[in-house]
């Protein structure tokens, strides 16, 4: 078999312990790594080898559980999807941005997970019904209106990108109204109005500019700048039947 290429890796990581530090800073780590392995191997490396204090997270190395979130040279990334072979020279290491720093390079999500808490993203159903009488069935065309909705994996990354949350943190965000979007396009579902009053606000996503840089950096391809956006039309809809057709909202 032949051998594995290696290369010496530099990284930078940002390093904070609240219980001991006034400030976060820097520290250089240099760690021999195989050009296939990706920056979140290289954090393991470095912490079974050199700083067993280092903390982050990471479960999956999958791309699939969306915990390792970080900003790799200043872009968010998946850590077990950013490639070292992507990257030349030192790499810089640091948490998500506009999430408050926990330890090093965790992160505190509470205010992520409150919003998603607020739009209800689970189905509530029209009817409900007994196991005894089957599932809640859909069509593949039902289906597909929202499955690019529901490849979210909650990694957080939208939220380091998006420029109205760094500027307004009231702002519900971008996975949190996509997620809605999802659940509000599905045919089993009725809770749509439940939602509207919370993502059809100024806090929600009406805060959003479109500069869509949620959706560059989604690992899953989910596109939350265009599901935001038909969130806007839909919203629209309903304000001009409620004020302009005869009858009201229908």
């Given at each position: 078999?032949?051998?594995?290429?290696?290369?010496?890796?530099?990284?930078?990581?940002?390093?904070?312990?609240?219980?001991?530090?006034?400030?976060?800073?820097?520290?250089?780590?240099?760690?021999?790594?195989?050009?296939?392995?990706?920056?979140?191997?290289?954090?393991?490396?470095?912490?079974?080898?050199?700083?067993?204090?280092?903390?982050?997270?990471?479960?999956?190395?999958?791309?699939?559980?969306?915990?390792?979130?970080?900003?790799?040279?200043?872009?968010?990334?998946?850590?077990?999807?950013?490639?070292?072979?992507?990257?030349?020279?030192?790499?810089?290491?640091?948490?998500?941005?506009?999430?408050?720093?926990?330890?090093?390079?965790?992160?505190?999500?509470?205010?992520?997970?409150?919003k998603l808490k607020r739009v209800?993203?689970?189905?509530?159903?029209?009817?409900?019904?007994?196991?005894?009488?089957?599932?809640?069935?859909?069509?593949?065309?039902?289906?597909?209106?929202?499955?690019?909705f529901s490849m979210c994996i909650n990694c957080m990354l939208c939220y380091a990108a998006c420029p109205e949350y760094a500027l307004q943190p009231k702002f519900i965000g971008p996975a949190a109204i996509t997620l809605a979007h999802r659940y509000n396009l599905d045919s089993r579902d009725a809770g749509r109005d439940q939602r509207q009053e919370v993502i059809a606000t100024n806090e929600g996503v009406w805060e959003c500019s479109f500069v869509g840089a949620c959706s560059e950096v989604c690992p899953k391809a989910v596109d939350p700048a265009g599901a935001l956006q038909q969130v806007k039309v839909a919203s629209t809809l309903d304000w001009f039947k409620e004020h302009l057709l005869p009858g009201g909202k229908s």
């Open positions: 078999m032949t051998p594995l290429k290696q290369r010496l890796v530099q990284l930078e990581v940002l390093r904070y312990n609240p219980e001991k530090d006034t400030e976060p800073h820097f520290q250089k780590y240099e760690v021999m790594c195989p050009e296939e392995w990706v920056v979140l191997d290289a954090l393991n490396a470095v912490k079974e080898t050199i700083d067993p204090t280092l903390s982050y997270r990471w479960s999956c190395h999958m791309a699939v559980c969306g915990s390792c979130g970080m900003m790799v040279n200043g872009e968010p990334k998946l850590s077990c999807h950013a490639f070292l072979r992507d990257y030349e020279g030192v790499i810089r290491v640091e948490p998500l941005a506009n999430f408050p720093i926990e330890r090093d390079l965790v992160t505190v999500a509470d205010d992520f997970i409150d209800k993203p689970y189905i509530i159903p029209k009817e409900k019904k007994p196991i005894s009488e089957g599932e809640y069935k859909q069509t593949p065309a039902q289906l597909m209106k929202f499955r690019q």
